[in-house]
């Protein structure tokens, strides 16, 4: 008699038959053209622009954020922390998702009220902007430091950079 875990092994063994004899009977020439492809893939050139560099501090911050989340989320379902250091944890992955939502909130409204790409990083009690593809000012910098002022409810240090052309 054949039960299920009988059923599932001839199931997935003749599908490996059947797959491998593709595979050995596949023309050469779709090897040879696939390997060529693969080979030329690796030699291609790229360029690197400006808007590049606050895209790939976004996509930094991204995975450094998400990857602290994830540390704090498994120390929060360790079952050996105590009540106060699971609620210590949790209170740092709230600031960490409210941190985050006011860095987008900042790099929008700088979009759109002075049309320029910007990078945000909230930590403590310092904010630190940088600014591409505008001209490099003192009074839009003061400006931009209003802007991400009225923010917060506290005194915040500010620093703005502009990414030289």
Known sequence: MINKKNLWFL???SLVLVLSVYYV????DLLKAQTYNENNKNKL???VEETDAISALKVED??????????????LTDSKLKVEEKNTVYE?????NNNSSIENNIEEKIKKEYKCESFTK???NTVKVIVDKCENSKTLA??????VQE???DKMYISVQFKSK
Not at 62 to 72: R, S, V, Y
Not at 142 to 147: A, C, D, S, T, W
């Open 11 to 13: 199931t997935l063994f």
């Open 151 to 153: 923010e917060f409810n």
């Open 122 to 124: 909230v930590e403590n």
């Open 45 to 47: 050139e790229v360029s």
């Open 62 to 75: 991204d995975a450094n954020t998400k990857e602290k989340i994830n540390e704090l989320q498994k120390k």
């Open 25 to 28: 009977t596949m023309p050469s």
């Open 92 to 96: 740092e992955i709230k600031n960490l």
């Open 142 to 147: 003061n400006n931009i430091m209003r802007l």
